[in-house]
């Protein structure tokens, strides 16, 4: 099996920076494209960025040029830098192998392969 696990997250204020790593079980990114996925409270599951096997990157449009996504092959590691943090970046942020579309609750998606999630908050 795949297994993820999430550290990092937390609280900031608005402006500020936080970043999310994700250690995988060996070969996972071989394997796998990956990805961070967000949940707000009361919304469904959003993509927030992917990473796929060849190395290129998406972006979710409002964490543009805010956020970025990369991976240390050696350490089986993914992480988020999340800078110039908003109050709507608030969530549950989780990592993904094999990213796809999603719907309702993230690990509700049975599809593909969940962290345990990492709470994020950002205060105004």
């Known amino acids: 099996g795949v297994d993820l696990v999430e550290s990092g997250g937390g609280s900031a204020q608005t402006g500020g920076s936080l970043r999310l790593s994700c250690t995988a079980s060996?070969?996972?990114?071989?394997?796998?494209?990956m990805g961070w996925y967000r949940q707000a409270p009361g919304d469904e599951c959003e993509v927030v960025s992917v990473i796929n096997r060849d190395g290129s990157t998406h972006y979710e449009g409002s964490v543009q040029g805010r956020f970025t996504i990369w991976q240390d092959k050696d350490k089986n590691t993914m992480y988020l830098q999340m800078d110039r943090l908003k109050p709507e970046d608030t969530g549950v942020y989780y990592c993904?192998?094999?990213?796809?579309?999603?719907?309702?609750?993230?690990?509700?998606?049975?599809?593909?392969?969940w962290g345990q999630g990492t709470q994020v908050t950002v205060s105004s």
């Open positions: 060996e070969h996972t990114f071989e394997y796998f494209d």
């Open positions: 993904a192998a094999d990213p796809s579309a999603v719907i309702g609750n993230c690990p509700d998606n049975e599809y593909m392969y």
